[in-house]
C-alpha cells in the first residue's frame, strides 16, 4: 500500500521518486512466476497467437482505444501491432495501475499470406487474421500415431 500524504501537505519528491521506483521494479518482477514468453510483456496490450492447419489468429486486448488508434502492419513474415493509449488527467492523490503511452507488439508469422489478412476491432479486442500461403498449407504433413500393440523387437 502506497505511503499517502494529507491533504495539506504537498507531495514529497522523495517520496514521489520511492513510489515510482517500486513501481518500476513491480513492472519488471511481475512476470517472473510465469513462462519466459509471458516476460516480453513489460507495457501494452495482451495478446493471444492461435494457429491451425490453415490460419493464424492473433487477438490483442486493446480496452480504452478504438480502431483508429491503431496501427497493423504485416511485412517479411512479421506483423506488427502499435498505437498509443493518451493517459487521463486526474485530480487528487492516488496511484494507478493501468498501463499508457506508445506500445508496439510483434508477431512472427513466416507462413502467413500478408495480401489476404484482415482485421475485426469489437469490445477492446483487435482480431487479426491472416491465412497461411497455398505452399504452408501443402507442406503439412500428419504424422499417424502408433497405439504400441503391433510392435516388434
Not at 513510489?19 to 513492472?27: A, G, Q
Request: net charge negative; charged share 35%.
Amino acid at each position: 500500500m502506497p505511503a499517502m500524504t494529507g491533504a495539506d501537505e504537498p507531495a514529497s519528491p522523495i517520496l514521489t521518486l520511492h513510489r515510482e521506483m517500486n513501481r518500476m521494479f513491480d513492472d519488471v518482477l511481475r512476470g517472473f512466476d510465469r513462462p519466459f514468453g509471458a516476460m516480453s510483456r513489460m507495457s501494452g496490450p495482451s495478446l493471444e497467437v492461435d494457429e491451425t492447419d490453415t490460419e493464424y489468429r492473433v487477438t490483442a486486448e486493446l480496452p480504452g482505444l478504438g480502431k483508429d488508434d491503431v496501427e497493423i502492419t504485416c511485412h517479411d513474415g512479421v506483423l506488427s501491432i502499435r498505437g498509443e493509449k493518451q493517459g487521463e488527467k486526474r485530480d487528487g492523490r492516488g496511484f494507478s495501475e493501468r498501463w499508457f503511452g506508445r506500445f508496439e507488439r510483434r508477431v512472427a508469422l513466416p507462413d502467413a499470406d500478408e495480401a489476404r489478412a484482415q482485421a475485426s476491432f469489437r469490445d477492446g479486442l483487435l482480431t487479426v487474421t491472416l491465412p497461411k500461403s497455398e505452399r504452408a498449407q501443402e507442406s503439412v504433413r500428419r504424422i499417424p500415431i502408433n497405439d504400441g500393440s503391433a510392435t516388434t523387437h
